[in-house]
């Protein structure tokens, strides 16, 4: 019984200390997937534009893609993070290039207080594996908050 | 009464005497009309004849021409250094099209050699990369 009461007890305390208590208005972060559809043609290169319109938010940290030829980081200016713009590309010249809908990248983003933060994202070039202009698509998705 | 001089007057005042009394130098006629002819070509001469009026005038009229042409060149090559596909814009696809024209093989000309290590290679598709993302130009 006094077993059992400890255990209880530890698993209160262990709950208490991982759940941090959040103050109403602090910041958060979040990270948004951007999705590429290139239709039934192969992903050589993309560049997009990612823009805070209105709100609290600052890009804080840019990763690659689900592809294995994204994967890696793409380009971006290091000079970017911390505001509220910043372009981000990326090209490949491996044999295997995803087809349809992809990943391409994730950002991360620290969203301040206040109303909800407005994004608009362009995508600025796109091309095929041959390095032909592509007709593609640019969406983006709200992943987590932390 | 003859012409030689008095022999009381000072040599000086006899000196000063025949130059201004005595006979008067002859001046042939054909080289007068020589020194008259060459007067009167060179009152008569254009101006727009005037080396020196012909160069200014040139190159007062270029100048604005070279400040153009100048300019545009400038231009021209700070756009032409990374615009690989040169369509008036450094986007990632300068980056992709050079890494693929590398990947086939394919002769680059020596100007994508954008960090001056001699050769065209991968670091400087990266090059072309970096540029297209930078935030403000």
């Known amino acids: ?146 | 009464m003859t012409d030689e001089p008095d022999p009381k007057l000072p040599p000086a005042l006899q000196r000063d005497l025949r130059r201004m009394f005595g006979p008067q130098v002859r001046i042939p006629a054909a080289v007068d009309a020589q020194l008259a002819a060459a007067a009167r070509r060179r009152r008569l001469r254009p101006v727009w004849l005037r080396p020196v009026l012909v160069a200014a005038a040139i190159v007062l009229l270029a100048l604005p021409l070279v400040f153009t042409w100048l300019r545009q060149s400038a231009t021209t090559t700070a756009i032409a250094r990374e615009d690989f596909d040169r369509n008036g814009r450094v986007d990632v696809l300068d980056a992709y099209r050079l890494a693929l024209a590398l990947q086939r093989g394919q002769s680059v000309p020596a100007t994508f050699d954008l960090d001056g290590d001699g050769r065209v290679d991968a670091h400087d598709a990266d090059r072309i990369a970096a540029r297209a993302v930078r935030i403000g130009g």
């Open chain 1, 1 to 146: 019984m006094t077993r059992l009461l400890l255990t209880l007890l530890l698993c209160w305390f262990g709950a208490s200390a991982g759940v941090a208590p959040q103050e109403p208005g602090s910041p958060t972060f979040a990270a948004f997937d951007v999705f590429v559809d290139s239709g039934n043609k192969a992903l050589g290169a993309w560049q997009f534009e990612w823009v805070v319109k209105a709100g609290n938010a600052k890009i804080v940290g840019v990763e690659g893609g689900a592809a294995a030829a994204f994967a890696q980081a793409p380009y971006y200016d290091p000079a970017a993070l911390q505001s509220g713009r910043i372009v981000i590309a990326a090209f490949s010249t491996q044999k295997d290039l995803p087809v349809g809908r992809t990943r391409i990248a994730r950002v991360h983003l620290l969203i301040g207080s206040g109303a909800s933060p407005q994004f608009e994202v362009q995508l600025h070039a796109c091309a095929d594996g041959q390095g032909e202009p592509l007709a593609a698509t640019v969406a983006w998705q709200k992943m987590e908050s932390k």
